[in-house]
């Protein structure tokens, strides 16, 4: 698999407030993973975007991949306790083999 | 989405011993199963790919001969950790990619993990 860098490495919000993170290739990459990890729990798969400029949504999550294909994001609007976790974006370089950034750990203050 | 098992949870077992790991797919055919390895705080990284029937492709740095991977079936597999020392206390997860019905091609489903102290 591909490199991929994740920024912030952490960050905390207040409930209510939004939440972006970002993951960056040097090298176009044949498509993006993005996956939850609960604190002690596996690495649940959220979306896969394969598209250059592709956008999808679930709920109140909006996934980006850049139109170069070496850039991806994770925006969360309006965080709750719920979406405490750490969001790895994965990159799956034309493989089935996956690589996965170093997360994004999220912490929602009440 | 599909299923995977992993068996046991967690174990703590003495150094010098040897442990079995087994990984489920439990309501599809996994054609691809992958060992990961999480240290704390630390993202997951790759030990080993294993096709069902095939010997295991192991990552660079992953000891072949002390991670065992065995891939007999197109619904387990497993993985030893023979003679277990404290630095091998980690989460390991196993993963699992085939054909569902709805999923993706090369989406892989998570096992639960398994926790491994060493003693």
């Known amino acids: 698999g591909q490199q991929v860098m994740q920024i912030p490495q952490y960050q905390h919000v207040q409930e209510g407030e939004d939440f972006t993170t970002y993951c960056n290739s040097s090298?176009?990459?044949?498509?993006i993973q993005w996956y939850k990890q609960r604190p002690g729990g596996h690495p649940v798969f959220l979306i896969q975007l394969v598209k250059s400029g592709e956008v999808k949504k679930q709920k109140r999550l909006t996934f980006q991949f850049g139109e170069a294909k070496k850039n991806s994001s994770l925006h969360i609007t309006a965080t709750q306790t719920t979406d405490v976790g750490t969001y790895f974006c994965v990159s799956g370089a034309g493989s089935y083999q996956l690589t996965f950034g170093k997360g994004t750990k999220l912490s929602v203050i009440p | 989405g599909a299923v995977v098992s992993q068996h046991p949870s967690w174990v703590i077992c003495k150094s010098g011993t040897s442990v079995k790991i087994e990984c489920r797919s439990l309501d599809f055919q996994a054609t691809t199963m992958f060992w990961y390895r999480q240290f704390p705080k630390q993202s997951l990284m790759l030990m080993a790919t294993s096709n069902e029937g095939s010997k295991a492709t192991y990552e660079q740095g992953v000891e072949k001969d002390k991670f065992l991977i065995n891939h007999a079936s197109l619904t387990l597999s497993t993985l030893t950790v023979t003679s277990a020392h404290p630095e091998d206390s980690s989460f390991y997860i196993c993963?699992?990619?085939?054909?569902?019905?709805?999923?993706?091609?090369?989406?892989?489903?998570f096992g639960p993990g398994t926790r491994l102290t060493v003693l």
């Open positions: 090298t176009t990459l044949s498509n």
């Open positions: 993963s699992a990619r085939g054909r569902t019905s709805g999923g993706l091609w090369n989406e892989q489903f």
